[in-house]
């Protein structure tokens, strides 16, 4: 018999699955969105069950496409793209809708920790802002909220831990996926701190355990083997977060590598050993977490614009009627026809300028009222320049971190890795080689964060010995170089891209309050 590993990633916008041979070969793979839901400013959701659903439909169309015995997959990892959280009671039945990491609701109880327990307290603990909204912090809003309803969670999971308690029956989070519950979250010490959860009244029963992200948590059960296809007794491992997964995917596993993304979100991260860095001032306006791979000793810094490739995205479902209806009915893509139209615009769209914020901010501002600000609108502008202008305002937002980062003289190996969601745009890659000022890559493979879990899957069922074959595979194609006259161009707009902010941060807190006046 040989031996298959299972990868499986839910994104921000949709889960990712594929199936690969000891080589590193791709024999299945799947990919399928799932709908948000917006109900209320400042919501974000998704419909828990389509987990669960897309998982089944994703596993057996990999295993139909391999055309291998579903007794030869020899390991199972599942990732997700955090802070997210299913809440689920006894029976691992969902509680309501999942919060995904734009939801942005718990605006009175990020106000009411900093009060009552103390930013300064919460950050010398966790390493985290916040305002990043993580799990702890949106328990508090059900409780506060709902509290019938929060009488009947058993576990607050992300979405890969949900996905991994319905394969196996048992819940369980990753040191990793740990960072994005937050609040009482010790980052250095790997554990919640009991003291501080009794403070604010949230129960640790209802938090998983943790542990190492290639641990085995347990197997298949007959259950999930039956609505999956695969065998029972299949080994499955704690499993990572997607971005974590997606450097591994990338080949990006040593101290200084440094990779982005330009998915849903949008985001880069730098691998690195420095405790010190987590919490300094620069490293507190970031979002820090444990590598998967040595993660008692790895972090993981990862800058994040909460809607990058979700920008653009929104261009298309919202004002690109025609693009879709092409799409559909001569089979090219809609994105790639936003981009002939943004082409023809120049380094810095005519002087036309966007604040993306379009569920608030997150590194480095920190800003959940922040909202999308489009500036020096004329009528000579076009479509394309609108496109091209949210790619810019997507690099002008990533930069922003970067800059700080590299102030700090923390090491960073080049060149950039560009890998997952709109980094396939030629354009956009120019975009955040010219902003970045530093020469991009792009991964040629491109499966993404499942393959990365399957890398996963096989150090911890033993069938790979250790992470090296991710540098061994990883491929690296389309090198650019920075363009001196573009970047000095930018960096002319970036400052002004950061002054419109300056002048509109206390006018988001004024439209926050009508908004909420008039919203029921």
Not at 371 to 388: A, D, I, Y
Not at 450 to 473: C, E, M, N, R
Request: hydrophobic share 40%; charged share 20%; aromatic share 10%.
């Amino acid at each position: 018999m040989s031996d298959f590993l299972l990868g499986i990633d839910y994104g921000t916008g949709g889960a990712k699955a594929c199936i690969i041979d000891t080589q590193g070969q791709v024999l299945g793979f799947g990919f399928k969105e799932y709908p948000f839901f917006h109900d209320k400013p400042g919501w974000s959701e998704h419909d828990p069950v389509l987990y669960w659903s897309i998982a089944c439909e994703l596993i057996q169309s990999c295993l139909t496409q391999a055309r291998i015995d579903p007794k030869e997959i020899r390991g199972v990892a599942v990732s997700s793209a955090l802070p997210s959280m299913v809440m689920v009671d006894r029976q691992h039945n969902p509680i309501h809708r999942a919060y995904n990491l734009m939801d942005r609701r718990a605006v009175e109880q990020v106000r009411w920790l900093k009060e009552h327990v103390g930013e300064e307290r919460i950050l010398k603990l966790t390493g985290n802002r916040i305002e990043d909204h993580p799990s702890i912090v949106n328990l508090l809003w059900e409780k506060q909220n709902r509290p019938g309803s929060y009488a009947h969670i058993w576990k607050a999971l992300t979405i890969d831990g949900f996905i991994t308690l319905k394969l196996t029956g048992k819940p369980v989070a990753n040191y990793g996926a740990a960072a994005f519950y937050g609040v009482a979250y010790d980052l250095l010490g790997e554990r919640f701190d009991a003291t501080l959860l009794a403070e604010i009244g949230i129960d640790p029963a209802i938090l998983p355990p943790l542990a190492r992200c290639e641990a085995i948590i347990g197997e298949v059960t007959s259950e999930a083997a039956s609505a999956t296809g695969l065998a029972a007794g299949a080994p499955v491992a704690v499993g990572q977060v997607d971005f974590n997964a997606s450097c591994i995917a990338a080949g990006i596993t040593a101290e200084g590598d440094i990779m982005s993304n330009l998915g849903t979100v949008g985001n880069f991260g730098v691998v690195h050993k420095s405790r010190e860095f987590n919490f300094s001032p620069v490293g507190l306006s970031m979002i820090n977490l444990a590598f998967t791979i040595d993660s008692a000793n790895t972090y993981i810094t990862i800058p994040s614009t909460t809607t990058g490739g979700q920008s653009i995205r929104y261009l298309r479902d919202q004002f690109s009627q025609y693009e879709v209806d092409v799409e559909r009915v001569l089979g090219v893509s809609s994105y790639d026809l936003l981009n002939m139209q943004a082409e023809k615009a120049p380094p810095g769209s005519d002087g036309l300028i966007i604040l993306p914020y379009l569920m608030g901010e997150r590194t480095p501002i920190w800003d959940t009222q922040a909202r999308g600000v489009v500036f020096g609108l004329s009528l000579n502008h076009t479509k394309g320049h609108l496109v091209r202008a949210m790619m810019e305002a997507v690099a002008y937002a990533l930069y922003d971190s970067y800059q700080l980062i590299l102030k700090s003289g923390l090491p960073i190996n080049y060149p950039l890795v560009l890998n997952e969601g709109g980094a396939v745009s030629k354009l956009w890659r120019q975009i955040i080689t010219d902003v970045f000022n530093t020469p991009t890559v792009l991964v040629k493979r491109r499966t993404g964060a499942p393959f990365g879990d399957a890398i996963l899957a096989g150090v911890a069922t033993g069938v790979f010995k250790d992470f090296s074959v991710a540098k061994q595979w990883a491929e690296y194609v389309a090198r650019m170089e920075p363009n001196a006259e573009n970047h000095a161009r930018y960096m002319e707009y970036f400052g002004l891209y950061k002054q419109i902010y300056g002048h509109v941060k206390e006018d988001f807190v004024e439209l926050a309050r009508i908004r909420g006046k008039y919203q029921e």
